[in-house]
């Protein structure tokens, strides 16, 4: 298998917790920053949204940054992350919304 392909902007939010998320399971990835005004034509060939981060797995697109973190820690897991309980998850999707609908706002 080829190394991932992680497509990401530094300033990103969400892109920042999927490389933190990918740096706690010590998983490796080729990682591609990208400058948002002037998308890649091999990035916008990837990610079906145009957004970043973006995990190109060769067989399958990660185009959410949850997703690239629950697969990077189910992969290893040394920090115990995923072991929180389920409101856990309840109380990143409730913040996932209004954070992001203010982050859509400010830009």
Do not use: H, N
């Amino acid at each position: 298998m080829t190394t991932p392909i992680l497509w990401s902007f530094r300033r990103c939010p969400y892109a920042m917790r999927a490389r933190l998320a990918i740096a706690s399971a010590g998983v490796s990835v080729d990682l591609r920053e990208i400058v948002l005004r002037d998308k890649p034509v091999a990035f916008l060939a990837t990610s079906p949204s145009g957004t970043v981060p973006c995990l190109d797995r060769g067989q399958e697109v990660i185009d959410e940054s949850l997703d690239i973190m629950l697969w990077a820690l189910r992969y290893s897991d040394p920090e115990g992350l995923l072991t929180m309980p389920e409101a856990g998850f309840d109380l990143i999707a409730e913040a996932d919304g209004p954070f992001k609908t203010a982050l859509d706002r400010y830009k």
